[in-house]
């Protein structure tokens, strides 16, 4: 009889990569011993497969077509990000016998790819809690950015469906939940996430009381920037009500990193998070989503032009020698091309996230433009200025 042997949730900020000047060196090492320490679990409990609960950051994919959920049922799981590359294989037949039960069985309408690129969300707990450890994976994506946003309450039923199936098999499986607390990259609330409303839902997590995330909307996630966190409610239905042991909580200056672990449990070695106030003080507006909204579909151009450049070298170099001619390709009205000066401004100084607001205002997805800046000023304005 197959069972769930181990269960974390980790952050995965692409920072840990990039290192960009702005962030605290020190911060970020504090994260990546959360990481690692977190990792130890795979040794303890000696997995046959890892169960990988990540979202993309419309980067995997794009308005074009964005599923709710998807599973990545083919060989190999490739994560690429800021120069780095994984490789590592998929439980194929698992992830295949997951697949077919969810959709035949469960009444889960379940997108799959053999062999969709994944992004930071893998790449960074890739690194740092997987490390060398030679486990396979079965990779999940959900849609946490582009609304409209499965509930809290739907990821937990997958995650209750998925565990149903485990149940049904040999092996011994381990969950990982890749989602960061409070943050709104790309957004005018970028500088002031929301700190004690993360330390609240810690404290209840700590106690096993997982409904405090289930029991929420997407909206509400969105207003609090805690989108990120379906994935740990879908390890929540997969697992039930497990007490959590905070490893570790890093506020930064635009982001909460939370790292916890509910299975195995242990003794808790870190005194439990004080929160007295509901969500930590906040108070929701609930008048739907507030940073991250459906793209207007006259702006589809915009958001296609803005994927593809992350994804071609070729395009990016068009677009710094003649963005007119790119612009009429993708069908910018005058606006957006004016937005679009932004991915060649940003090559000439100042910080990336500066160059959001023009691209945004133009009908561009928040995070899909700050993405795609921070990849034309990395891989190209950067190369260009080193050269010259």
Known sequence: MGEIVAAVGTC???????????????????????????????????????????????????????????????????????GKEYDLPVHREMAEDLLNKLVVEKNFDIAYSEDAELGHAFAVPFEYVIGNRKIPVVPFFTNVYVPPLPTPKRCAALGQAIADIVKGRRERVAVIASGGMSHFPGTTKYLSPEFDFDRWLLSQFEM?????????????????????????????????????ELIDYIPTWHHGLGLMRFL???????????????????????????????????????????????HSAELRDRVIKNLDSVAKEYGLNARQR??????????????????????????????????????????SHRTANARA
């Open 338 to 379: 004016e937005a679009a000066q932004e991915l060649i401004s940003v090559g000439k100084g100042g910080l990336v996230s500066e160059h959001v607001g023009p691209l945004v205002e133009a009908g561009a997805h928040p995070l899909q433009a700050l993405m795609s800046l921070h990849v034309i000023f990395s891989m």
């Open 12 to 82: 995965h900020t692409p920072y840990m990569f990039t290192r960009p000047p702005d962030e605290k060196p020190e911060q970020l090492d504090q994260a990546g011993a959360g990481m690692r320490e977190l990792g130890k679990v795979l040794d303890e409990t000696n997995p046959d497969v890892i169960l990988f609960f990540g979202s993309d950051h419309v980067e995997t994919f794009s308005v074009t077509c964005i599923p709710t959920f998807a599973i990545i049922a083919g060989s190999r799981a490739i994560a690429k990000f800021a």
């Open 208 to 244: 096993g009381r997982t409904d405090a995330l289930l029991n929420m909307t997407g909206t509400q996630l969105d207003e609090v920037g805690n989108t990120e966190m379906l994935n740990w409610a879908t390890m929540f239905g997969a697992i039930g009500r497990q007490e959590g």
């Open 264 to 310: 195995p449990g242990r003794a808790k070695t870190v005194s439990a998070t004080q929160a007295v106030e509901q969500y930590g003080g906040f108070k929701f507006r609930n008048q739907g989503y507030q940073f991250y909204k459906h793209p207007p579909a006259e702006a589809y151009g915009l958001n296609r032009l803005l994927f593809e450049v992350r």
